[in-house]
């Protein structure tokens, strides 16, 4: 090929074990030398995909994310006034216990460019509109209250409004909008990064219930209940877009430690792991990344892994 491939990065929802998953996974894309034709996210993939196509440095958040305490994300209420808003006010306009305000500082702070058309590569957030029930791409406009917007899990944070709307995590609708970028960008080659905790076994869930916010954790249980149509049970999946497009997809679900909500302290050592497997995954085809995907399409094929047309694009 004459020019280099033009590679998509789908990455997925996964709370904030997702936001160090993707930045390990990020980081080991660059230091493969790897370029990214176009980003999509929901949700914690949201939040880091919306950093990196801004064109900001990764090595500079990955510091600021060493060093994140929860209250730059997560500031719930004083269980006082949880408890008022419940038995006094019965809940009466009370959508969440923490403000997002946090949240979109932190990230405004860390964003190289604070709006979709600025940015160096093109970007696609997902989200939910409560005001119309349906999901939503954001292309344009504000990065950081949009980035937050979709990850904004109902219950724990309050919905962001954005031009009289009001909107909360996309993964209540989809894990990893593949749609958003696949047919889009022409593109040869589509990773999905897909971090999203799977259903337990009763031992694991009852242990959930030890941990401190533990509704947090249940909440993102059943927002993950169903695996997505291009998940197998192999760390690395091949298949085709459904829609005909000819990209290759391929699919990295790195087995990586738990973090619980809203804890970071442990961050790094997920980051790490997830920069780890990426690298060992992608290593045995960084050739035809970075050359020939068509070999890797032939490659693919003989080797059986052909995906039939069997989910959405």
Known sequence: MNNPPRIGVVLSSGGNRGIYAHT????????MGLSIAAIAGCSAGAVVGGIAASGADLHCWSKALAHLKPGQFWTPDSWLRIAWQIAVNKGRGYTGISSTDAAVDFCRSQLAVQNFEECKTPFYALAMS??????????????????????????????????????????TVELAPTEAICCRHQLDILIIHHVAASIKGHSETAGVLDNSWS??????????????????????????????????????????????????????????AARRQAETLLAAHLDHLLKDPQALHALVEAAGQKAGKDGPC
């Not at 690395?236 to 909500?261: N, S």
């Open 24 to 31: 390990g996974f990020l980081s080991a894309m660059e230091n």
């Open 215 to 272: 509704m947090g954790e249940i909440l993102g249980l059943l927002l993950f209940r169903q695996r997505p149509w291009y998940l197998s049970d192999k760390p690395l999946t091949f298949r085709q877009c459904p829609c005909g497009c000819k990209a290759l997809i391929m699919v990295i679900e790195p087995d990586l430690p738990e973090l619980p909500w809203p804890e970071a302290k442990r961050g790094p050592a997920v980051q790490a």
């Open 130 to 171: 409560l005001c119309r029930g349906a999901k939503v791409v954001f292309s344009d406009g504000e990065l950081a209250p949009r980035m937050v917007a979709s990850a904004a899990m109902p219950m724990l944070y309050r919905p962001v409004e954005i031009d009289n709307d009001l909107y909360c995590d996309g993964a």
